[in-house]
């Protein structure tokens, strides 16, 4: 991967982006699109949903997301010592909240917080520090005060992990926001080939960098039900499993390894014909990809996107991710590029007509 692709990933992850707080990241989001696509066809909803259009030679329509919400908190109180409560938005796990540098997002700025510990040497126990409840975490910015502290932060600011992204060795990168920033890269750079490419698609693209996805997605269903798509297609991470020896974890989701390309899932509710097309892609243009299984109920957008207008066929591609939800998730570069390579050969494919219909 070109540095300048490694260097516009990175600023896309440091963008903070929580569920409900997606305007930046919208926005710049939009801004890049607008480099490469007519301004007609670049849009923002009043959700922060980002829409872009690459209109086909055919009815049939394709919709490509990836979520550009991530993980966070909200405040929620402040006590009369001055140390401030949280809840999460979306997922998280409060046993690694202990010591960890976090960010307030206030109307004024940003203010750096951290999450306090007890004393190493004082702990006898270590399940005397793990925090159980949220509201157990006290939210430290310095003064012990709470006029002082109220003075700078609000109830309802959101906050996010302290923003990162580091190189480990070889293509293995390793940040906060991962999920699903990996997947709005994945889109803009499909886009950016798409583009550049000077060829039209068969089908009308309809690429969404879609809000709130960790709380739900519902914000995403009214561009469902207005653009109705013939087929659905999810670009989000999924569990890896080689970060340790875990046969466990391998048995329960099924064998993951970064750096050995982009996940296919095969199963309930994953077009049978869609599916043998992508995978023929990726035979064809000898592309690495993994598989991992669809049970129906597998945490994606496509679980209830597959039911609504009357039927929507869906493929879900994932991208393998260890230490997911957590400010140390790690990547491979080389599935990336296995995902852009994959979803713009499937796009171009003169069979994808066929496929799509109903």
């Given at each position: 991967?070109?540095?300048?692709q490694?260097k516009?990933?990175?600023?896309l992850?440091k963008?903070p982006?929580?569920?409900?707080?997606?305007e930046?990241?919208a926005?710049?989001i939009?801004?890049?699109?607008?480099?490469i696509?007519p301004?007609?066809?670049?849009?923002?909803?009043?959700?922060?949903?980002?829409?872009?259009?690459?209109?086909g030679?055919?009815?049939?329509?394709v919709m490509?997301d990836?979520h550009?919400?991530q993980?966070?908190?909200?405040?929620?109180?402040?006590?009369?010592k001055?140390?401030i409560?949280?809840?999460?938005?979306?997922?998280?796990?409060?046993s690694?909240?202990?010591?960890?540098d976090l960010v307030?997002?206030?109307?004024?700025?940003?203010?750096?917080?951290?999450v306090n510990r007890?004393?190493?040497?004082?702990?006898?126990?270590?399940?005397?520090?793990?925090?159980?409840?949220?509201h157990?975490?006290?939210?430290?910015?310095?003064?012990?005060?709470?006029?002082?502290?109220?003075?700078?932060?609000?109830?309802?600011?959101?906050?996010?992990?302290?923003p990162?992204?580091?190189?480990?060795?070889?293509?293995?990168?390793?940040?906060?926001g991962?999920?699903?920033?990996?997947?709005c890269?994945?889109?803009?750079?499909?886009?950016?080939e798409?583009?550049h490419?000077k060829?039209?698609?068969?089908?009308?693209?309809?690429?969404?960098?879609?809000?709130?996805e960790?709380t739900g997605?519902?914000k995403?269903?009214?561009?469902?039900?207005?653009?109705?798509?013939?087929?659905f297609?999810?670009?989000?991470?999924?569990?890896a499993?080689?970060w340790?020896?875990?046969?466990?974890?391998e048995?329960?989701?099924?064998?993951c390894?970064?750096?050995?390309g982009?996940?296919?899932?095969r199963g309930v509710?994953?077009d049978?014909?869609?599916?043998?097309?992508?995978?023929?892609?990726?035979?064809?243009h000898?592309?690495?990809?993994?598989?991992?299984?669809s049970?129906g109920?597998?945490?994606y957008?496509?679980?209830?996107?597959s039911?609504q207008?009357?039927?929507?066929?869906?493929l879900?591609?994932?991208?393998?991710?260890?230490n997911m939800?957590?400010?140390t998730?790690?990547i491979n570069?080389?599935d990336?590029?296995?995902?852009?390579?994959?979803l713009?050969?499937?796009?171009?494919?003169?069979?994808?007509?066929?496929?799509?219909?109903r």
């Open positions: 991967m070109k540095s300048k490694i516009f990933l990175e600023t992850v963008i982006s929580p569920s409900g707080f997606e930046s990241i926005e710049y939009k801004q890049e699109l607008l480099q696509l301004k007609t066809k670049v849009k923002v909803d009043s959700f922060n949903n980002v829409i872009a259009v690459i209109r030679t055919s009815d049939k329509v490509i990836a550009l919400d993980i966070g908190f909200i405040v929620t109180n402040i006590d009369r001055g140390f409560s949280l809840q999460y938005i979306g997922g998280g796990d409060k690694i909240l202990s010591a960890r307030i997002l206030t109307d004024k700025g940003r203010i750096n917080a951290v007890k004393h190493t040497h004082l702990v006898e126990d270590e399940n005397d520090v793990q925090i159980e409840r949220m157990e975490a006290a939210i430290d910015i310095g003064p012990r005060s709470r006029k002082k502290v109220q003075a700078a932060v609000k109830i309802g600011d959101p906050v996010i992990y302290r990162s992204f580091n190189h480990l060795r070889e293509s293995f990168y390793s940040g906060y991962f999920d699903d920033k990996t997947g890269f994945i889109l803009l750079e499909t886009i950016r798409i583009a490419s060829k039209k698609p068969i089908p009308t693209l309809i690429f969404v960098f879609s809000a709130q960790e997605g519902a995403l269903r009214p561009l469902v039900k207005k653009y109705k798509p013939d087929l297609v999810e670009v989000d991470v999924t569990f499993t080689d340790e020896d875990d046969d466990d974890l048995r329960e989701v099924g064998k390894e970064l750096g050995k982009i996940v296919l899932y509710d994953i049978k014909n869609c599916f043998k097309l992508l995978k023929s892609t990726a035979k064809n000898k592309i690495n990809v993994q598989y991992q299984a049970t109920q597998i945490g957008t496509t679980d209830y996107i039911c207008e009357n039927g929507i066929k869906t879900v591609l994932g991208i393998p991710l260890r939800h957590s400010p998730e790690i570069l080389r990336l590029n296995s995902a852009i390579q994959l713009t050969n499937f796009l171009f494919r003169r069979r994808i007509e066929k496929v799509l219909e």
